[in-house]
């Protein structure tokens, strides 16, 4: 038994040192340039969008305008420092579209509200193509064209 112990040792560290020293190994820098690729793709998710603004108030929202469709709870008084957006079905992954509540997002071409926010909510059906900035009570009516939203990852 002894011996049948010591001869399977001997053939792993074999096939051990076969596999490190002689077997040729594909290059790390494959690996990388494969994962750069799906870096490359995830990275560009994006839309065109025409960019407006809500605020959390029943003739804007639903029944329950304090919480939002990804189950958020909105402090009116503090809406606009969340940075939160509502996207149209279209752009939502329940509905087909490539983004998910609590994604972060990268707003382009909206003047000062250009930046970083998270999707939390669901604009009307009738909507497509759009996104609505959740801003504070009070804040002035703004809408941008052009607007460009990039998937964070």
Known sequence: MKRLNILVAVLFLGVLIYTVFVEKHEPVSVSVAKIENKIDEVATISADVTATMYNAVT??????PLVTA???KINPNKASEHKWVALSRDLLKRWGGQFDYGDTI???NAGDKS?????VDTMNK?????IDILETKGTD???YDNVKI????
Request: with cysteine; net charge positive; glycine share 10%.
């Open 59 to 64: 003739g804007q929202c639903d029944s329950d």
């Open 70 to 72: 990804g189950m958020y």
């Open 106 to 108: 990268r707003i382009e």
């Open 115 to 119: 930046g970083e926010y998270t999707v």
């Open 126 to 130: 009738r909507f497509t193509n759009k």
């Open 141 to 143: 009516l703004y809408k």
């Open 150 to 153: 990039i998937k964070i990852i």
